[in-house]
Protein backbone atom coordinates (compact mmCIF):
# COMPACT_ATOMS: atom_id res chain seq x y z
CA UNK A 1 0.00 0.00 0.00
CA UNK A 2 1.09 3.03 -0.90
CA UNK A 3 1.76 5.99 2.39
CA UNK A 4 -0.01 8.97 2.28
CA UNK A 5 1.29 12.17 4.01
CA UNK A 6 0.00 16.07 3.86
CA UNK A 7 3.74 17.11 3.86
CA UNK A 8 7.15 15.73 2.98
CA UNK A 9 10.01 16.83 4.08
CA UNK A 10 12.99 15.91 2.57
CA UNK A 11 16.06 16.50 5.02
CA UNK A 12 16.18 16.52 9.09
CA UNK A 13 18.72 19.84 9.10
CA UNK A 14 17.68 22.31 11.46
CA UNK A 15 15.39 23.57 8.24
CA UNK A 16 13.83 20.68 8.16
CA UNK A 17 12.84 20.46 11.82
CA UNK A 18 12.20 23.51 11.70
CA UNK A 19 9.47 23.73 8.78
CA UNK A 20 7.98 20.00 10.08
CA UNK A 21 7.19 21.39 13.62
CA UNK A 22 5.32 24.16 12.18
CA UNK A 23 3.87 22.40 9.78
CA UNK A 24 2.93 19.14 11.89
CA UNK A 25 0.20 21.87 13.56
CA UNK A 26 -1.86 21.42 10.40
CA UNK A 27 -1.85 17.96 9.00
CA UNK A 28 0.26 14.80 8.97
CA UNK A 29 3.87 15.44 8.31
CA UNK A 30 6.97 13.22 7.46
CA UNK A 31 10.40 14.01 7.64
CA UNK A 32 12.82 11.80 5.45
CA UNK A 33 16.55 12.07 6.22
CA UNK A 34 19.75 10.05 4.52
CA UNK A 35 22.00 10.33 7.26
CA UNK A 36 21.55 8.15 10.10
CA UNK A 37 21.16 10.89 12.48
CA UNK A 38 19.30 14.76 12.70
CA UNK A 39 20.97 17.58 12.12
CA UNK A 40 22.62 18.50 9.34
CA UNK A 41 25.48 20.87 9.23
CA UNK A 42 24.46 21.77 12.89
CA UNK A 43 24.84 18.27 13.95
CA UNK A 44 25.61 17.77 17.70
CA UNK A 45 28.18 14.88 18.85
CA UNK A 46 28.57 13.49 22.33
CA UNK A 47 32.29 13.12 22.90
CA UNK A 48 32.61 11.16 26.67
CA UNK A 49 30.36 14.12 27.76
CA UNK A 50 31.13 17.16 25.55
CA UNK A 51 28.17 18.33 23.93
CA UNK A 52 29.58 19.27 20.77
CA UNK A 53 28.13 21.73 18.15
CA UNK A 54 29.20 21.54 14.69
CA UNK A 55 31.94 24.03 14.87
CA UNK A 56 30.75 27.61 16.71
CA UNK A 57 27.53 27.82 16.30
CA UNK A 58 25.56 30.69 18.57
CA UNK A 59 22.34 32.30 16.90
CA UNK A 60 22.37 35.31 15.89
CA UNK A 61 19.53 38.06 17.59
CA UNK A 62 18.56 34.42 19.77
CA UNK A 63 14.91 35.25 21.11
CA UNK A 64 13.99 38.08 18.85
CA UNK A 65 15.57 35.93 15.69
CA UNK A 66 13.30 34.21 12.82
CA UNK A 67 14.22 30.96 15.30
CA UNK A 68 13.06 32.07 18.14
CA UNK A 69 9.92 33.23 17.01
CA UNK A 70 8.80 29.86 15.59
CA UNK A 71 10.27 28.44 19.04
CA UNK A 72 7.96 30.62 21.06
CA UNK A 73 4.60 30.11 18.06
CA UNK A 74 4.80 26.38 18.96
CA UNK A 75 5.15 26.85 22.74
CA UNK A 76 8.84 25.54 22.82
CA UNK A 77 10.63 28.51 23.56
CA UNK A 78 14.07 27.57 24.59
CA UNK A 79 16.73 29.74 26.80
CA UNK A 80 18.91 31.91 24.85
CA UNK A 81 21.82 33.15 26.82
CA UNK A 82 23.56 36.33 26.06
CA UNK A 83 27.31 36.63 25.76
CA UNK A 84 29.52 38.93 27.67
CA UNK A 85 32.12 41.25 26.09
CA UNK A 86 33.78 40.25 23.45
CA UNK A 87 37.49 40.69 22.72
CA UNK A 88 39.58 41.39 19.91
CA UNK A 89 43.12 39.47 19.92
CA UNK A 90 45.65 41.14 17.63
CA UNK A 91 48.25 40.16 15.58
CA UNK A 92 50.62 42.29 17.97
CA UNK A 93 50.23 40.45 20.62
CA UNK A 94 47.51 42.45 22.09
CA UNK A 95 44.01 42.03 23.42
CA UNK A 96 41.46 44.60 23.27
CA UNK A 97 37.11 44.70 23.30
CA UNK A 98 35.36 44.35 20.03
CA UNK A 99 33.52 47.12 18.86
CA UNK A 100 30.36 45.31 18.10
CA UNK A 101 28.23 46.05 21.73
CA UNK A 102 27.42 49.36 21.09
CA UNK A 103 28.59 53.00 22.16
CA UNK A 104 30.51 51.63 25.17
CA UNK A 105 32.11 49.04 23.31
CA UNK A 106 33.50 51.51 20.65
CA UNK A 107 34.65 54.05 23.61
CA UNK A 108 36.79 51.38 25.26
CA UNK A 109 37.99 49.31 22.32
CA UNK A 110 41.74 50.08 20.05
CA UNK A 111 40.78 48.55 17.50
CA UNK A 112 38.82 51.24 15.75
CA UNK A 113 38.92 55.11 15.46
CA UNK A 114 36.33 56.37 17.98
CA UNK A 115 35.09 59.09 16.43
CA UNK A 116 34.91 57.90 13.23
CA UNK A 117 33.38 54.40 14.05
CA UNK A 118 30.63 56.43 16.06
CA UNK A 119 29.82 58.45 13.23
CA UNK A 120 29.87 55.41 10.86
CA UNK A 121 27.38 53.62 13.92
CA UNK A 122 25.15 56.72 13.45
CA UNK A 123 25.38 57.27 9.72
CA UNK A 124 23.72 53.30 9.21
CA UNK A 125 21.84 53.40 11.93
CA UNK A 126 19.84 56.54 9.92
CA UNK A 127 19.64 54.36 6.69
CA UNK A 128 16.56 52.83 5.30
CA UNK A 129 15.70 49.45 4.05
CA UNK A 130 16.10 50.98 0.76
CA UNK A 131 19.31 52.81 1.20
CA UNK A 132 21.08 49.39 2.16
CA UNK A 133 19.38 47.58 -0.54
CA UNK A 134 20.83 50.18 -3.16
CA UNK A 135 24.40 49.14 -2.20
CA UNK A 136 23.73 45.17 -2.77
CA UNK A 137 25.47 45.29 -5.50
CA UNK A 138 28.43 47.36 -4.27
CA UNK A 139 31.50 45.64 -2.70
CA UNK A 140 33.17 46.41 0.33
CA UNK A 141 36.51 47.78 -1.47
CA UNK A 142 34.08 49.41 -3.33
CA UNK A 143 32.00 51.26 -0.68
CA UNK A 144 35.66 51.72 1.20
CA UNK A 145 36.38 53.54 -1.68
CA UNK A 146 33.36 55.25 -2.43
CA UNK A 147 32.97 56.89 1.45
CA UNK A 148 37.04 57.29 2.36
CA UNK A 149 36.57 54.76 5.44
CA UNK A 150 40.11 54.47 7.01
CA UNK A 151 42.23 51.36 7.26
CA UNK A 152 41.83 51.03 11.25
CA UNK A 153 37.67 51.03 10.31
CA UNK A 154 38.18 48.68 7.24
CA UNK A 155 40.25 46.44 9.10
CA UNK A 156 36.81 46.19 11.77
CA UNK A 157 34.43 45.91 9.18
CA UNK A 158 36.75 43.16 7.23
CA UNK A 159 36.19 40.84 10.78
CA UNK A 160 32.65 41.70 11.06
CA UNK A 161 32.19 40.38 7.12
CA UNK A 162 33.95 37.34 8.21
CA UNK A 163 32.09 36.51 11.26
CA UNK A 164 29.01 37.82 10.14
CA UNK A 165 28.63 36.68 6.70
CA UNK A 166 31.27 34.14 6.38
CA UNK A 167 33.08 36.18 4.21
CA UNK A 168 36.48 37.52 4.25
CA UNK A 169 36.65 38.70 1.12
CA UNK A 170 36.18 42.59 0.97
CA UNK A 171 36.23 42.32 -3.12
CA UNK A 172 33.31 40.30 -2.91
CA UNK A 173 31.43 40.11 0.33
CA UNK A 174 28.51 43.03 -0.22
CA UNK A 175 28.56 46.01 1.31
CA UNK A 176 24.55 46.45 1.37
CA UNK A 177 24.29 42.66 3.24
CA UNK A 178 27.14 43.87 5.32
CA UNK A 179 25.88 47.60 6.53
CA UNK A 180 22.41 46.24 6.54
CA UNK A 181 23.05 43.21 8.97
CA UNK A 182 25.24 45.43 11.06
CA UNK A 183 22.66 47.41 11.46
CA UNK A 184 20.24 44.90 12.53
CA UNK A 185 23.21 44.05 15.29
CA UNK A 186 23.29 47.71 16.58
CA UNK A 187 19.66 47.85 16.56
CA UNK A 188 18.83 44.38 17.93
CA UNK A 189 21.86 42.89 20.12
CA UNK A 190 24.29 40.39 18.50
CA UNK A 191 24.16 36.60 19.29
CA UNK A 192 23.19 34.48 21.85
CA UNK A 193 23.79 30.63 22.33
CA UNK A 194 20.84 28.30 23.27
CA UNK A 195 20.74 27.03 26.73
CA UNK A 196 21.92 23.10 26.46
CA UNK A 197 23.50 23.88 22.97
CA UNK A 198 21.59 22.79 19.76
CA UNK A 199 20.47 19.25 21.06
CA UNK A 200 18.33 21.59 22.87
CA UNK A 201 16.99 23.18 19.62
CA UNK A 202 16.27 20.21 18.30
CA UNK A 203 14.49 18.58 20.74
CA UNK A 204 12.20 21.57 20.54
CA UNK A 205 11.47 20.68 16.96
CA UNK A 206 11.47 16.85 17.11
CA UNK A 207 9.62 17.14 20.26
CA UNK A 208 6.56 18.83 18.62
CA UNK A 209 6.60 16.84 15.16
CA UNK A 210 6.25 14.06 17.44
CA UNK A 211 3.54 15.78 19.74
CA UNK A 212 1.59 15.85 16.60
CA UNK A 213 1.63 12.39 15.66
CA UNK A 214 4.15 13.51 12.79
CA UNK A 215 7.45 11.47 11.89
CA UNK A 216 10.74 11.41 11.31
CA UNK A 217 12.82 8.69 9.33
CA UNK A 218 16.47 8.59 9.61
CA UNK A 219 18.74 6.23 6.70
CA UNK A 220 15.53 7.41 4.05
CA UNK A 221 17.52 8.66 1.04
CA UNK A 222 15.50 10.56 -1.27
CA UNK A 223 16.31 9.51 -4.72
CA UNK A 224 13.46 11.07 -6.79
CA UNK A 225 10.70 13.99 -6.41
CA UNK A 226 7.50 12.70 -8.28
CA UNK A 227 6.28 15.43 -10.15
CA UNK A 228 3.02 15.06 -12.47
CA UNK A 229 1.07 16.77 -14.79
CA UNK A 230 3.64 20.00 -13.66
CA UNK A 231 2.22 18.65 -9.37
CA UNK A 232 4.76 17.59 -7.26
CA UNK A 233 3.04 14.43 -5.89
CA UNK A 234 5.77 12.15 -3.68
CA UNK A 235 9.11 11.20 -3.53
CA UNK A 236 10.81 7.73 -3.95
CA UNK A 237 12.65 6.69 -1.01
CA UNK A 238 15.02 3.28 -0.85
CA UNK A 239 12.99 2.76 -4.00
CA UNK A 240 9.79 2.97 -2.44
CA UNK A 241 7.06 5.50 -3.24
CA UNK A 242 5.67 7.64 -0.39
CA UNK A 243 2.90 10.56 -1.69
CA UNK A 244 2.43 13.46 -0.22
CA UNK A 245 0.12 16.85 -1.08
CA UNK A 246 2.84 19.23 -0.12
CA UNK A 247 6.70 18.37 -0.55
CA UNK A 248 9.30 20.47 0.90
CA UNK A 249 12.93 20.53 -0.25
CA UNK A 250 15.25 21.40 2.55
CA UNK A 251 18.52 20.01 0.91
CA UNK A 252 21.06 22.54 -0.45
CA UNK A 253 19.61 23.75 -3.93
CA UNK A 254 23.23 22.99 -5.24
CA UNK A 255 21.77 19.88 -5.20
CA UNK A 256 18.23 19.96 -5.68
CA UNK A 257 18.56 18.58 -9.33
CA UNK A 258 20.40 15.02 -7.99
CA UNK A 259 16.54 14.27 -6.86
CA UNK A 260 14.94 16.91 -9.48
CA UNK A 261 14.45 15.98 -13.38
CA UNK A 262 16.01 18.51 -14.50
CA UNK A 263 13.57 18.65 -18.06
CA UNK A 264 11.26 20.08 -15.77
CA UNK A 265 13.14 23.20 -15.23
CA UNK A 266 14.29 26.21 -16.94
CA UNK A 267 18.48 25.37 -17.70
CA UNK A 268 18.82 28.76 -16.38
CA UNK A 269 17.48 28.19 -12.85
CA UNK A 270 19.45 24.85 -12.46
CA UNK A 271 22.42 26.81 -13.94
CA UNK A 272 21.93 29.38 -11.16
CA UNK A 273 21.35 26.88 -8.41
CA UNK A 274 24.30 24.28 -9.32
CA UNK A 275 26.67 27.19 -9.42
CA UNK A 276 25.84 28.86 -6.08
CA UNK A 277 28.45 29.76 -4.21
CA UNK A 278 28.64 28.67 -0.46
CA UNK A 279 30.81 29.68 2.25
CA UNK A 280 33.71 27.32 3.30
CA UNK A 281 36.40 27.24 5.86
CA UNK A 282 37.79 25.28 9.01
CA UNK A 283 36.66 25.14 12.50
CA UNK A 284 38.49 23.58 15.86
CA UNK A 285 36.93 22.62 18.70
CA UNK A 286 38.97 21.33 21.96
CA UNK A 287 37.76 19.38 25.26
CA UNK A 288 39.73 20.72 28.54
CA UNK A 289 39.70 19.05 31.59
CA UNK A 290 39.95 22.67 33.10
CA UNK A 291 38.72 26.01 32.11
CA UNK A 292 41.51 27.93 31.01
CA UNK A 293 39.81 31.41 30.79
CA UNK A 294 36.33 33.15 31.99
CA UNK A 295 35.79 34.70 28.51
CA UNK A 296 32.02 34.58 27.84
CA UNK A 297 31.61 36.72 25.06
CA UNK A 298 32.63 36.07 21.22
CA UNK A 299 36.17 35.39 20.87
CA UNK A 300 38.03 37.34 17.58
CA UNK A 301 41.53 37.05 15.70
CA UNK A 302 42.54 39.53 13.01
CA UNK A 303 45.55 36.97 11.52
CA UNK A 304 44.17 34.74 10.30
CA UNK A 305 40.45 36.28 10.82
CA UNK A 306 38.74 34.14 12.63
CA UNK A 307 36.60 33.86 15.63
CA UNK A 308 35.29 31.62 18.22
CA UNK A 309 33.97 31.04 22.10
CA UNK A 310 33.74 28.70 24.94
CA UNK A 311 30.21 27.32 25.22
CA UNK A 312 30.85 25.98 28.22
CA UNK A 313 31.18 29.25 29.70
CA UNK A 314 27.69 30.09 28.66
CA UNK A 315 26.33 27.03 29.22
CA UNK A 316 27.90 24.81 31.53
CA UNK A 317 25.79 21.63 30.67
CA UNK A 318 27.68 21.53 27.27
CA UNK A 319 30.76 20.07 29.01
CA UNK A 320 31.35 17.62 31.99
CA UNK A 321 31.38 19.56 35.42
CA UNK A 322 34.40 21.32 35.78
CA UNK A 323 35.79 21.03 32.77
CA UNK A 324 35.34 23.44 29.27
CA UNK A 325 34.61 23.40 26.03
CA UNK A 326 35.94 26.02 23.08
CA UNK A 327 35.29 26.59 19.96
CA UNK A 328 36.45 28.64 16.53
CA UNK A 329 36.52 28.98 12.67
CA UNK A 330 38.33 30.56 10.21
CA UNK A 331 36.47 31.03 7.09
CA UNK A 332 38.20 30.06 3.52
CA UNK A 333 37.65 29.88 0.11
CA UNK A 334 35.65 26.57 -1.24
CA UNK A 335 38.87 26.37 -3.61
CA UNK A 336 41.45 26.33 -0.69
CA UNK A 337 39.65 23.80 1.58
CA UNK A 338 39.48 21.30 -1.67
CA UNK A 339 43.42 21.87 -2.09
CA UNK A 340 44.76 19.26 0.90
CA UNK A 341 47.67 21.21 1.29
CA UNK A 342 46.25 24.53 1.86
CA UNK A 343 43.43 23.45 4.22
CA UNK A 344 46.25 21.87 6.37
CA UNK A 345 47.98 25.15 6.49
CA UNK A 346 45.00 27.29 6.92
CA UNK A 347 44.47 24.64 9.91
CA UNK A 348 47.61 25.13 11.32
CA UNK A 349 47.91 28.70 10.84
CA UNK A 350 44.18 28.52 12.86
CA UNK A 351 45.29 26.65 15.34
CA UNK A 352 49.00 28.43 15.92
CA UNK A 353 46.75 31.50 16.44
CA UNK A 354 44.57 29.84 19.38
CA UNK A 355 47.88 28.57 21.05
CA UNK A 356 49.30 31.58 21.08
CA UNK A 357 46.82 33.43 23.00
CA UNK A 358 45.86 30.50 25.23
CA UNK A 359 49.39 28.62 25.67
CA UNK A 360 47.90 26.33 28.39
CA UNK A 361 45.04 24.86 25.91
CA UNK A 362 47.66 21.79 24.70
CA UNK A 363 48.36 21.03 28.71
CA UNK A 364 44.97 20.26 29.43
CA UNK A 365 43.46 18.99 25.98
CA UNK A 366 41.51 15.75 26.37
CA UNK A 367 40.23 15.93 22.48
CA UNK A 368 40.45 17.92 19.09
CA UNK A 369 38.28 17.77 16.47
CA UNK A 370 39.08 20.07 13.49
CA UNK A 371 36.60 19.50 10.39
CA UNK A 372 37.41 20.48 7.14
CA UNK A 373 34.35 22.19 5.53
CA UNK A 374 33.32 22.66 1.57
CA UNK A 375 30.02 23.93 2.70
CA UNK A 376 29.24 26.54 5.84
CA UNK A 377 26.42 28.19 4.97
CA UNK A 378 24.41 27.45 1.78
CA UNK A 379 24.88 30.49 0.08
CA UNK A 380 27.87 32.96 0.57
CA UNK A 381 26.56 36.96 0.85
CA UNK A 382 28.45 38.24 -1.88
CA UNK A 383 27.72 41.10 -4.90
CA UNK A 384 26.46 37.85 -7.07
CA UNK A 385 24.27 36.55 -5.08
CA UNK A 386 22.87 38.90 -2.69
CA UNK A 387 19.48 38.64 -1.53
CA UNK A 388 17.90 39.48 -4.61
CA UNK A 389 19.92 37.25 -6.72
CA UNK A 390 19.08 33.92 -4.99
CA UNK A 391 16.77 31.33 -6.32
CA UNK A 392 13.63 31.82 -4.51
CA UNK A 393 11.02 29.09 -2.66
CA UNK A 394 9.73 28.04 -5.29
CA UNK A 395 10.37 26.59 -8.63
CA UNK A 396 8.69 27.74 -12.04
CA UNK A 397 6.38 25.32 -13.24
CA UNK A 398 6.23 23.12 -10.56
CA UNK A 399 3.42 23.27 -8.17
CA UNK A 400 3.22 21.92 -4.49
CA UNK A 401 7.28 21.91 -4.47
CA UNK A 402 8.96 24.61 -2.14
CA UNK A 403 12.63 24.79 -1.29
CA UNK A 404 13.73 25.80 1.98
CA UNK A 405 17.01 26.01 4.46
CA UNK A 406 19.92 28.26 4.26
CA UNK A 407 21.19 28.64 0.43
CA UNK A 408 17.53 29.88 -0.55
CA UNK A 409 15.04 33.39 0.03
CA UNK A 410 15.71 34.86 3.46
CA UNK A 411 17.72 37.95 4.81
CA UNK A 412 21.05 37.97 6.90
CA UNK A 413 23.55 35.28 6.53
CA UNK A 414 23.76 31.75 7.15
CA UNK A 415 21.25 30.42 9.86
CA UNK A 416 19.03 33.78 9.36
CA UNK A 417 18.51 33.02 5.65
CA UNK A 418 17.38 29.28 6.59
CA UNK A 419 14.98 30.41 9.13
CA UNK A 420 13.61 33.05 7.70
CA UNK A 421 13.36 31.30 4.80
CA UNK A 422 11.61 28.38 6.63
CA UNK A 423 8.90 31.08 7.90
CA UNK A 424 8.41 32.36 4.27
CA UNK A 425 7.53 29.13 2.82
CA UNK A 426 5.68 27.67 5.79
CA UNK A 427 3.58 31.25 5.55
CA UNK A 428 3.28 30.61 1.49
CA UNK A 429 2.00 27.26 2.70
CA UNK A 430 -0.72 28.19 4.69
CA UNK A 431 -1.97 31.41 2.31
CA UNK A 432 -3.25 28.36 0.07
CA UNK A 433 -5.30 27.58 2.56
CA UNK A 434 -4.25 23.87 2.30
C1 LIG B 1 31.04 25.20 11.39
C2 LIG B 1 29.71 25.86 11.13
C3 LIG B 1 29.35 26.93 11.91
C4 LIG B 1 28.14 27.57 11.69
N1 LIG B 1 27.78 28.59 12.51
C5 LIG B 1 26.58 29.12 12.40
C6 LIG B 1 26.13 30.10 13.32
O1 LIG B 1 26.85 30.46 14.22
N2 LIG B 1 24.91 30.62 13.18
C7 LIG B 1 24.09 30.21 12.18
O2 LIG B 1 22.97 30.69 12.10
N3 LIG B 1 24.48 29.32 11.27
C8 LIG B 1 25.69 28.74 11.38
N4 LIG B 1 26.10 27.81 10.49
C9 LIG B 1 25.21 27.49 9.38
C10 LIG B 1 24.13 26.52 9.81
O3 LIG B 1 24.70 25.39 10.39
C11 LIG B 1 23.35 26.14 8.58
O4 LIG B 1 22.73 27.32 8.08
C12 LIG B 1 22.28 25.12 8.87
O5 LIG B 1 22.74 24.03 9.62
C13 LIG B 1 21.72 24.62 7.55
O6 LIG B 1 20.61 23.82 7.81
P1 LIG B 1 19.71 23.25 6.66
O7 LIG B 1 18.70 22.40 7.32
O8 LIG B 1 19.28 24.34 5.78
O9 LIG B 1 20.68 22.35 5.75
P2 LIG B 1 21.47 21.01 6.14
O10 LIG B 1 21.97 21.09 7.53
O11 LIG B 1 22.46 20.79 5.06
O12 LIG B 1 20.34 19.90 6.09
C14 LIG B 1 19.98 19.21 4.93
C15 LIG B 1 19.70 17.76 5.34
O13 LIG B 1 19.20 17.07 4.20
C16 LIG B 1 19.77 15.76 4.20
N5 LIG B 1 19.69 15.27 2.81
C17 LIG B 1 20.42 15.66 1.76
N6 LIG B 1 20.04 14.98 0.64
C18 LIG B 1 19.03 14.17 1.03
C19 LIG B 1 18.23 13.22 0.32
N7 LIG B 1 18.38 12.98 -0.98
N8 LIG B 1 17.29 12.52 1.03
C20 LIG B 1 17.11 12.76 2.36
N9 LIG B 1 17.87 13.63 3.07
C21 LIG B 1 18.81 14.33 2.41
C22 LIG B 1 21.19 15.99 4.71
O14 LIG B 1 21.75 14.78 5.17
C23 LIG B 1 20.96 17.03 5.80
O15 LIG B 1 20.73 16.43 7.06
C24 LIG B 1 27.29 27.14 10.66
C25 LIG B 1 27.66 26.05 9.89
C26 LIG B 1 28.84 25.39 10.12
C27 LIG B 1 29.20 24.20 9.27
New binding site residues.
Partial sequence: MIENYDYIV???????LHIGALLSQHGKVLV????KEI????RVVDINGFKLD???????FGPISALGASLNEINKSIDFIKPGTSWAFLDDGTKTIFPSGGIMAVLKSKLVPTIKTLKFMIKIKKMSVRDFEKLYDLSLLQWFDQENIVPSLQKFLIMASSAIQVNPFPDRSSAGELLHNFSRVLELGSVYYPKGGWTTIFNAFLNKIKDNGGEIRLN???SKIIVEDSTAIGVFTNDKLIHGKTIIS???IQ?LFT?LDETLCEKKIIEKCKSLRPTAGV?IDFCLSKSISDINGIIFFDNPLAFGFIPSNLSPEVAPKGKSLMTF?TAANLEDIKDKNTMKEIHQRLRDTILRFFPDLEQYLLHERP?F?EM???VEVNIEQHKFKRPGNVIKGIKKLYIT??SVGGSGA???I?HESVRNVYKMIRNQNY
Fill in positions: IGAGIAGLEKAGGRAFGPHPVREDVTIPQISFLLVDGGDGGDG
